[in-house]
């Protein structure tokens, strides 16, 4: 069984402020981890996705995330924050031979001018 | 289109009217998932398709739920007898292979109301 949990449903930065967005996951099997984007009305974007190798992963719009296997994390940051950074995100897991995602609740980003 | 289309985008449904949500994946991908998204949480598998076999299904939540694929490629996801706990947003997403480590494609999801 596999799991993640997003700690913090609402995380407000100012712009130009570091972003951190929390995630921690559950699975038996090592991981695969994905962090996705939704902006209201639209779909899932991908952000970044960690399979194997490096454990620090950078992204589209810089966010990078960094897999600590002994945290069970995978945490999403980026520098500094841009207006457009306003959104919901959220980190999701698969392992093994599933092959759909498990995802977080999701924690909305609201950056303050 | 370059990515995954859904139809219609909205739908209000009165309770016990049957619903029927289409897929449009994006050309070539073998794979397509639905997941449900109920309101202020993350999206929850329901079902997934290789090409026309539905490989798992274990994410419908009853049989009032049923999808299908029949030439591997636009995908139904219909619900019958609508209850108001089926209000959510359903979304589809298609990828290449279907392999466990590949991005899935999202589309921009169908917003179901039953009243």
């Known amino acids: 069984a596999q799991s993640v949990t997003q700690l913090g449903s609402h995380v407000s930065v100012s712009e130009g402020a570091l972003v951190l967005l929390r995630c921690n996951y559950s699975?038996?099997?090592?991981?695969?981890l994905f962090w996705y984007v939704q902006y209201p009305n639209q779909g899932l974007q991908l952000l970044l996705k960690?399979?194997?190798?490096?454990?620090l992963v950078k992204g589209i719009n810089g966010f990078e995330a960094e897999f600590k296997k002994s945290e069970t994390s995978f945490h999403l940051t980026k520098p500094s924050a841009h207006m457009s950074d306003a959104a919901e995100y959220f980190c999701?897991?698969?392992?093994?031979?599933?092959?759909?995602?498990?995802f977080g609740s999701g924690t909305q980003l609201t950056v303050l001018p | 289109g370059a990515g995954v289309s859904q139809s219609p985008r909205y739908k209000v449904a009165k309770r016990g009217q049957d619903v029927a949500l289409r897929c449009d994946p994006i050309s070539g991908h073998v794979s397509l998932f639905w997941y449900q998204q109920a309101l202020g949480q993350g999206p929850e598998f329901l079902t997934y398709f290789q090409n026309e076999a539905q490989l798992d299904k274990s994410g419908l939540p009853s049989d009032r739920f049923f999808a299908e694929r029949p030439e591997g490629s636009v995908s139904t996801l219909k619900i019958q007898r609508t209850q108001q706990e089926d209000s959510a947003v359903y979304l589809c997403?298609?990828?290449?292979?279907?392999?466990?480590?590949?991005?899935?494609?999202f589309g921009p999801g169908t917003r179901l109301l039953v009243l």
């Open positions: 997403a298609s990828s290449l292979v279907g392999n466990t480590v590949e991005t899935q494609y």
């Open positions: 699975s038996s099997v090592p991981p695969y």
């Open positions: 960690y399979t194997t190798g490096a454990t």
């Open positions: 999701a897991v698969t392992s093994g031979s599933a092959r759909q995602l498990t």
